[in-house]
Nanobody, 117 residues
Framework: QVQLVESGGGLVQPGGSLRLSCVVS????????MGWYRQAPGKQRELVVA???????NVAVSVKGRFTISRDNAKNTVYLQMNSLKPEDTAVYYC???????????WGQGTQVTVSS
């Protein structure tokens, strides 16, 4: 059974930083492409960052230069480092993995990030 467990969300002031973590089990992690989406109230879910199994990252224009994705294959964990946070970054952040031969997409439960003074 594939499971993704996210952590690290919370309330932060504008200009602050947070690091989200996503621990994956039930897949061959080193073969997975992974990433983070976010969904703000009343808006569609949008892709924020992604990283391939080979470590190549792709970052949305809206967060370029502020957000960084990384992975630790030894810990089956992907990270999202968020710096210089803005109120418009407020959203529920979802980790996903693309896993398997087909492949299939699996989601975490989401973690709330609120940027407010």
């Amino acid at each position: 059974q594939v499971q993704l467990v996210e952590s690290g969300g919370g309330l932060v002031q504008p200009g602050g930083s947070l690091r989200l973590s996503c621990v994956v089990s039930g897949t061959i992690f080193t073969r997975d492409d992974m990433g983070w989406y976010r969904q703000a109230p009343g808006k569609q879910r949008e892709l924020v960052v992604a990283i391939t199994s080979g470590g190549i990252a792709n970052v949305a224009v809206s967060v370029k230069g502020r957000f960084t994705i990384s992975r630790d294959n030894a810990k089956n964990t992907v990270y999202l480092q968020m710096n210089s946070l803005k109120p418009e970054d407020t959203a529920v952040y979802y980790c996903y993995t693309l896993s398997g031969l087909t492949p299939s997409m699996y989601w975490g439960q989401g973690t709330q990030v609120t940027v407010s003074s």
